[in-house]
Nanobody, 120 residues
Framework: QVQLVESGGGLVQTGGSLSLSCAAS??????YGWFRHTPGKEREFVAAITWPSRTLYADSVKGRFTISRGNTGNTAYLQMNSLKPEDTAVYYC????????????????WGQGTQVTVSS
């Protein structure tokens, strides 16, 4: 059974940093993505990485967030720096066998989400 498990969320002040991790069990994936969701809004693309290191970023996080993946192919990370209150959301790890895309409907596997809260 394939599972994605996120970790690393929490509470941080504006300008601070957090690092999220995503661990896949059961298989490896070509692409990992991070999305976020705030109540009342649609799920939003954050970043994606395709083997070995092709990356995509949302404009809102470029220069502040960095996505990476482990060498074994079953882990992904999101380093978030210079955090802003508008980054507050539940962050989800997603995975797919194809290449990186911005669209949540392209991803077949999802984690349970981890809360990130940025206080002003």
């Amino acid at each position: 059974q394939v599972q994605l498990v996120e970790s690393g969320g929490g509470l941080v002040q504006t300008g601070g940093s957090l690092s999220l991790s995503c661990a896949a069990s059961g298989r490896t994936f070509n692409t990992y993505g991070w999305f976020r969701h705030t109540p009342g809004k649609e799920r939003e693309f954050v970043a994606a990485i395709t083997w070995p290191s092709r990356t995509l970023y949302a404009d809102s996080v470029k220069g502040r967030f960095t996505i990476s993946r482990g060498n074994t192919g079953n882990t992904a990370y999101l380093q978030m720096n210079s955090l802003k209150p508008e980054d507050t959301a539940v962050y989800y790890c997603a995975a797919r066998t194809g290449g990186g895309t911005y669209y949540s409907t392209d991803y077949s596997y999802w984690g349970q989400g981890t809360q990130v809260t940025v206080s002003s």
